[in-house]
């Protein structure tokens, strides 16, 4: 099990707001204490409504990294932000990459950053048409992302987890399928 701090999100009001101020006392105050609470990774996303994500995040990786030393969870939905934190990432551990999706523009920018570091990655089963309703529209985007993943890069099937975005008595409804597919991934 890895216990996972997350905190430190700019959807959060006073994270935003101190994101948009940038307090850093505040924020690293936060990331000390998810770490003195047993956190072993962090996750950090500086998205807020009318900030400079590209800015803002590499700006809230370099601070969180100086404050504690376990690795970091990269969460953003903006390819240019993702890239800009990893290249001011310094943990000997590789971060995992949150929020990837199958949106084809996000893709085409993220899926070469994502094969070069070899990292791990969680992925968000949705793509230009949205989160899917039914949970099988969701499989089926996981799936086309797994492939291109797992067959097409040789990525180990362990260092990725879905995003499924549904409630738990439809997940349990599915759980063979979604077993199906990671279990199927994983001979790769």
């Not at 290249?87 to 084809?104: M, T």
């Not at 968000?124 to 089926?140: N, S």
């Amino acid at each position: 099990m890895l216990i996972i701090g997350e905190s430190i999100n700019g959807t959060i009001p006073k994270v935003g707001q101190a994101i948009q101020e940038k307090n850093e006392a505040f924020l690293r105050e936060l990331a000390k204490t998810q770490y003195d609470c047993g956190a072993q990774m962090l996750d950090v996303n500086a998205g807020v409504a009318g900030g400079n994500e590209t800015e803002d995040l590499p700006w809230l990786i370099d601070l969180v990294q100086h404050e504690v030393s376990i690795p970091l969870m990269i969460d953003s939905a903006n390819p240019d932000a993702q890239k800009a934190a990893l290249a001011v990432y310094k943990h000997s551990e590789l971060p995992i990459l949150n929020s990837i999706s199958g949106e084809a523009e996000k893709w085409k920018k993220l899926f070469p950053v994502v094969s070069e570091k070899k990292g791990k990655i969680v992925v968000l089963c949705m793509d230009d048409q949205g989160i899917p309703k039914t949970i099988e529209g969701r499989i089926a985007i996981a799936a086309r992302l797994f492939d291109l993943l797992i067959v097409h890069q040789d990525l180990a099937c362990k260092d990725h987890g879905l995003g499924l975005l549904t409630a738990g008595r439809e997940l349990s409804l599915h759980q063979q399928q979604i077993e199906a597919l990671l279990h199927g991934s994983r001979g790769r």
